[in-house]
C-alpha cells in the first residue's frame, strides 16, 4: 500500500521568502503524485500533479515541484512566497486503478510580513 | 462551470443518530471520491463510485455506507454516529474516473457528533 511522509507540521516563511515543502513516498511502482492546498474552511485545490515524463512540474500560483524517484520525494517550492500561500498544504500519492488517494498528514504554511 | 457542491455544509448530530450527506459533482462527471477529514488522522479516503458502482472502499466500519445515483450525484450514510465520527466530509468529483483526471473538491461538510 502506498503512505505519504509529509515531516514539516508547520512553517513559517517571509513574505517574498522561497519556501520549500518535503514531501516522501512509499509505493512500488511510479506513482501518481500531487500537491493540493486547504484554506480555511474550504475544500482542496490541486496545485499540481506528477504522472511521469519531466521529473519538474509547473503548477498553479508560481509552484513547482520535482520529482526524486532515488529519494521518493515530490517536495513543493515556490521562489517567492506572498501573504496569500498562507494555508495547508497537503501531498497525495495514488496508485494506477486504486481510485484513492492516500493523503500526508499536511503542513501548515504561516507567512509573516 | 458549477463546482462540486456538498449539502448540507454544516450539521449537528447525536450519538445514535444517523446521517446522510449528499455530493453533487461537477456536470459530466462520473467519479465521486469521499474523504474523512480529523485533525487527529488526517484525510482518509471512505470510497470511490465511478457510474454507480463502488469501485474502492477504504478502512471504515460497515456504519459507513454510500451510493451513487444515475446522474452521478453521491450520498454518503453513517449510522449509530459516534463521536468519533466528528469531522469534515469532502466530496471530490473527476472526469474519466482515473487517477490521471483531476479531482475536484468541493467545500465539504462539516459533521459535529454530541
Known amino acids: 500500500a502506498q503512505s505519504v511522509t509529509q515531516p514539516d507540521i508547520h512553517i513559517t516563511v517571509s513574505e517574498g521568502a522561497s519556501l520549500e515543502l518535503r514531501c516522501n513516498y512509499s509505493?512500488?511502482?511510479?506513482?501518481?503524485l500531487f500537491w493540493y492546498v486547504q484554506s480555511p474552511g474550504q475544500g482542496l485545490q490541486l496545485l499540481l500533479k506528477?504522472?511521469?515524463?519531466?521529473?519538474l512540474v509547473q503548477g498553479i500560483k508560481g509552484f513547482e515541484a520535482e520529482f526524486k524517484r532515488s529519494q521518493s520525494s515530490f517536495n513543493l517550492r515556490k521562489p517567492s512566497v506572498h501573504w496569500s500561500d498562507a494555508a495547508e498544504y497537503f501531498c497525495a500519492v495514488g496508485a494506477t486503478n486504486d481510485y484513492k488517494l492516500s493523503f500526508g498528514a499536511g503542513t501548515t504554511v504561516t507567512v509573516r510580513a | 462551470k458549477a463546482g462540486v457542491t456538498q449539502t448540507p455544509r454544516y450539521l449537528i448530530k447525536t450519538r445514535g443518530q444517523q446521517v446522510t450527506l449528499s455530493c453533487s459533482p461537477i456536470s459530466g462527471h462520473r467519479s465521486v471520491s469521499w474523504y474523512q477529514q480529523t485533525p487527529g488522522q488526517g484525510l482518509q479516503f471512505l470510497f470511490e463510485y465511478f457510474s454507480e458502482t463502488q469501485r474502492n472502499k477504504g478502512n471504515f466500519p460497515g456504519r459507513f455506507s454510500g451510493r451513487q445515483f444515475s446522474n452521478s450525484r453521491s450520498e454518503m450514510n453513517v449510522s449509530t454516529l459516534e463521536l468519533g465520527d466528528s469531522a469534515l466530509y469532502l466530496c471530490?468529483?473527476?472526469?474519466?474516473?482515473?487517477?490521471?483526471?483531476?479531482?475536484?473538491f468541493g467545500p465539504g461538510t462539516r459533521l459535529t457528533v454530541l
Open positions: 509505493y512500488g511502482a511510479t506513482p501518481y
Open positions: 471530490a468529483s473527476s472526469h474519466g474516473g482515473t487517477l490521471g483526471n483531476e479531482q475536484f
Open positions: 506528477y504522472f511521469s515524463g519531466d521529473t
